[in-house]
Every structure is written in structure tokens, then in C-alpha cells.
């Protein structure tokens, strides 16, 4: 499996901006779809976007498509998640995920997970 470590989490303001980053380590990178989560306190884990391996196939939910962005580095093994328009219902720790071969939206299909990292977003 790989190992996921997920940066760029912090507290922004309304309309304000963040990129998140995930960080994976061995050498089989892009042999995996990507993903990111997200759980907000008291809700279960939601799916915000996903990338091929890649990176030619990007999906997002309803509620962040037009305002999120997923992208990847094959030669840096590393996802991003580019957010903008920020809305305070965007407030949640947001955990990157793995999956061999082909991306889905929905999270028991992934295998690997990161530790997750807070946005926090004030109105």
C-alpha cells in the first residue's frame, strides 16, 4: 500500500482560497487513483473529487464542482486539491485516499488513507 501524508489544511475566511497537498511515498504512484475526502464534526465522510491515474479523468461532487480543483504530479507523487470560493459548509478534515487502477467516489473502495488535514473556513 502507500503512505499518504496530506498538508495545506488551515483556517481562511469566506471566498478566501487553500490547496491542499498529498504526499505519497513509493515508487508505484501512477499505478493509483487519488482521492479526496472530507467528514465535517458530526457527518459522515463525503466525497469531493477524484483524479485518474493520469490525471486525464477529474470528478468532483455537485457541491464543490466550479470551485475545487484536482490535480497530480506523477514525478513528484503528489495530488492537490486547489479550493477557492470557500464557504464556511466547506468547514471539515479533509483526508487524501488511494485506490489501485481505477478512481470512484465512493470511500469504502479506497485503501489507503492519509491522517487527514483541517479547513476551516469563518464566515
Known amino acids: 500500500q502507500v503512505q499518504l501524508v496530506e498538508s495545506g489544511g488551515g483556517l481562511v475566511q469566506a471566498g478566501g482560497s487553500l490547496r491542499l497537498s498529498c504526499a505519497a511515498s513509493?515508487?508505484?504512484?501512477?499505478?493509483?487513483?487519488m482521492a479526496w475526502f472530507r467528514q465535517a464534526p458530526g457527518k459522515e465522510r463525503e466525497f469531493a473529487a477524484a483524479?485518474?491515474?493520469?490525471?486525464?479523468?477529474?470528478y468532483y461532487a455537485d457541491s464543490v464542482k466550479g470551485r475545487f480543483t484536482i490535480s497530480r504530479d506523477n514525478a513528484k507523487n503528489t495530488v492537490y486539491l486547489q479550493m477557492k470560493s470557500l464557504k464556511p459548509e466547506d468547514t471539515a478534515v479533509y483526508y487524501c485516499?488511494?485506490?489501485?487502477?481505477?478512481?470512484?467516489?465512493?470511500?469504502?473502495?479506497?485503501?489507503?488513507w492519509g491522517q487527514g488535514t483541517q479547513v476551516t473556513v469563518s464566515s
Open positions: 485516499a488511494a485506490r489501485l487502477w481505477i478512481a470512484t467516489r465512493n470511500s469504502a473502495d479506497f485503501s489507503s
Open positions: 483524479i485518474s491515474r493520469s490525471g486525464g479523468g477529474t
Open positions: 513509493g515508487r508505484t504512484f501512477s499505478t493509483y487513483a
